[in-house]
T-cell receptor, first 113, second 114 residues
Framework: DTAVSQTPKYLVTQMGNDKSIKCEQN?????MYWYKQDSKKFLKIMFS???????INETVPNRFSPKSPDKAHLNLHINSLELGDSAVYFCASSRRQGTGELFFGEGSRLTVL | DQQVKQNSPSLSVQEGRISILNCDYT??????FLWYKKYPAEGPTFLIS?????DKNEDGRFTVFLNKSAKHLSLHIVPSQPGDSAVYFC????FGEGAQKLVFGQGTRLTINP
């Protein structure tokens, strides 16, 4: 009965390929996020959607395109993968305005060779 | 430009003793501060938070202290248990651009030794 689930959990691919990561939440939250945890272990926000509307885009290259078909889903598509895209990507959800309590998925580890 | 910093990458504490994790921030506009706990191969999970208008919040074995003048917060765990071994992330939150924004520190790995 997972609250925030993302797939796949592991992804290994070649430079230049295109890949997608899917995320779904069953908490009834209005807001969903993508965070990236890089090699230095920092968790940094990439995107946020509220009710299918993009509200935060933190200077992420336009090779990254989020898509929210409905408020329970937020997918991340990455074009022309580069070595520097290797990271763990976390999906999260929350109420629109609150204390900042986010519910995270388990993460998707992307390795670009 | 790290707005939230955890200067200790790791901390080792004996079971039953107190664990103190520290965090510093630079921006006065944060309205909440939070601690998240992360086990390997899992996502971070919320642990405890504190409003910027308070200086202490307690929840069972976990207490968070906020010193606004020093822009410093700390998480106390007492008594420490082996299951507390994890990476702890400090985070600061504010509402802006229509969304709740979180800025994370880089984490402190806590190891509780039996």
């Amino acid at each position: 009965d997972t609250a925030v689930s993302q797939t796949p959990k592991y992804l290994v691919t070649q430079m230049g390929n295109d890949k997608s990561i899917k995320c779904e939440q069953n908490l009834g939250h209005d807001t969903m996020y993508w965070y990236k945890q890089d090699s230095k272990k920092f968790l940094k926000i990439m995107f946020s959607y509220n009710n299918k509307e993009l509200i935060i885009n933190e200077t992420v290259p336009n090779r990254f395109s989020p898509k929210s078909p409905d408020k329970a889903h937020l997918n991340l598509h990455i074009n022309s993968l580069e070595l520097g895209d290797s990271a763990v990507y976390f999906c999260a959800s929350s109420r629109r305005q609150g204390t900042g309590e986010l519910f995270f998925g388990e993460g998707s580890r992307l390795t670009v060779l | 430009d790290q707005q939230v910093k955890q200067n200790s990458p790791s901390l080792s504490v004996q079971e039953g003793r107190i664990s103190i994790l520290n965090c510093d921030y630079t921006n006065s506009m944060f309205d909440y501060f939070l601690w998240y706990k992360k086990y390997p191969a899992e996502g971070p999970t919320f642990l405890i938070s504190i409003s910027s208008i308070k200086d202490k919040n307690e929840d069972g074995r976990f207490t968070v202290f906020l010193n606004k003048s020093a822009k410093h917060l700390s998480l106390h765990i007492v008594p420490s248990q082996p299951g507390d071994s994890a990476v702890y992330f400090c985070a600061a939150s504010y509402f802006g651009e229509g969304a709740q924004k979180l800025v994370f520190g880089q984490g402190t790995r806590l190891t509780i030794n039996p």
